[in-house]
């Protein structure tokens, strides 16, 4: 196993762990490789003890005995081993997450799909928009000077029945621009782009 309880401490007592630091290193490589997560954001879960020992680790640096141990004893402080709230080693919370995330891979995989698709089509039919990072929706340009974000959005509905949402509705910095999430069956998006290009093909000439 990844940890171990080699004793207790305190009063009332608390486990203290031993975790094996090898395995900390096959499952940073394997989830950093993958650009689930960067060796950052593993590494501060956890306390500096623990990341200054995972480190030397790495490095291959020795101890006082000439050896580079696998196993590093979680410190305890304030008499309190450091765990997580369902009193675990912290390793099993990111491990617990790590493996909650790859299940997730498959979705996430889609999103990209989908944002790939409605950012070709919104950039095909000449609308100014920016490929999102981690949201599931774009913030597009009014293409009109002659509409607020509001009254676009109205006429949209009124003339091709497509519901977006104007950028006024967040706050008065999004005036000028308009929502569309992509958080949709590709069916839906693909209806709706079509509906949003024959406006502009129709009314925006």
Same mark, same amino acid.
């Given at each position: 196993d990844y940890c171990k309880i080699i004793g207790t401490a305190g009063s009332?007592?608390?486990n203290i762990y031993a975790i094996n630091l090898l395995f900390i290193d096959e499952q940073m490589t394997k989830y950093v490789d993958k650009n689930i997560l960067t060796e950052d954001e593993v590494l501060r879960q956890y306390p500096k003890a623990i990341r200054q020992a995972y480190?030397?680790?790495?490095?291959?640096?020795?101890?006082?005995?000439?050896?580079n141990p696998e196993w590093f004893i979680v410190p305890v402080t304030n008499g309190a081993a450091f765990t997580t709230s369902d009193g675990l080693p912290p390793l099993a919370y990111i491990? *617990?997450? +790590? #493996?909650?995330?790859?299940?997730?891979?498959?979705?996430?995989?889609?999103?990209?799909?989908?944002?790939?698709?409605?950012?070709?089509?919104l950039t095909s039919i000449g609308l100014d928009v920016v490929m999102p990072d981690g949201a599931f929706y774009f913030f597009i340009k009014v293409p009109t000077t002659k509409l607020n974000s509001f009254d676009f959005c109205l006429d949209l509905v009124d003339k091709v029945n497509?519901?977006?949402?104007?950028?006024s509705a967040f706050s008065a910095l999004g005036e000028g621009y308009f929502r569309?999430?992509?958080?949709?069956?590709? *069916?839906? +998006? #693909?209806?709706?782009c079509n509906r949003l290009e024959e406006y502009m093909k129709r009314y925006m000439k």
């Open positions: 009332p007592a608390v480190e030397k680790f790495r490095k291959g640096k020795q101890d006082k005995r000439g050896t491990i *617990e997450l +790590l #493996a909650r995330i790859k299940k997730l891979e498959p979705m996430r995989d889609d999103y990209r799909l989908r944002r790939k698709y409605v950012y070709d089509r497509l519901a977006v949402v104007p950028g569309i999430s992509f958080a949709y069956s590709m *069916e839906t +998006l #693909a209806e709706a």
